[in-house]
């Protein structure tokens, strides 16, 4: 597949996918980033913290189904990007600027990385580390 449409896609946005929680906002635009990906309009280059991420929450929320989730998860086989030296250095700078955590700031240093985009649910995570770019709130994608 041939793209020039690299997305990041974060752990706020992957449960998205996963949960339908009618109050939270978002959802459609998430689902519609995913099937874009399904019919290989875009890629999906994410950090290997996803699955644990994801999978903690998954775990926590619905015990009885996380296995069959995180096997559908699983299966789609995203790309995965391995956090080298440059992309780790990336992540604790995009923190010392921006005062976030290594966990956020991880899926940003990939998008900075492969000149991709985040996409974040987390509004206050724009708030703080927007500004250095390559970052989207899932509100406002598309």
């Known amino acids: ?9 974060d752990a ?11 109050e939270e906002a978002g959802r459609d635009a998430a689902l ?12 999906f280059v994410l950090p290997s913290l996803w699955l644990y991420e994801v999978g903690n929450i998954v775990g926590r929320n619905v015990p009885e189904k ?11 086989r995203f790309t995965e990007a391995p956090v ?20 956020d700031a991880v899926y ?3 998008a900075l990385e492969r000149r991709g985009m985040l996409v974040t649910a987390d509004a206050a995570y724009i708030k703080r580390a927007g500004k250095l770019g390559h970052a989207v709130l899932l509100s406002e994608f598309g």
């Not at 706020?12 to 009618?22: A, E, G, R, Y």
């Not at 519609?32 to 890629?43: I, K, N, P, Q, Y």
């Not at 992309?87 to 976030?100: C, D, F, G």
């Open 1 to 9: 597949m041939v793209t020039s449409k690299v997305y990041v896609p």
């Open 66 to 76: 996380a296995a069959e989730v995180m096997g559908l998860l699983i299966g789609y």
């Open 108 to 110: 940003h240093a990939v």
């Open 12 to 22: 706020s946005v992957i449960l998205k996918w996963v949960f339908d929680i009618p």
């Open 32 to 43: 519609m980033l995913l099937d874009s990906w399904v019919a290989g309009e875009c890629e």
């Open 84 to 103: 080298t030296s440059a992309i780790a250095n990336r992540t604790l700078e995009i923190m010392s600027k921006s005062r976030v955590t290594f966990y």
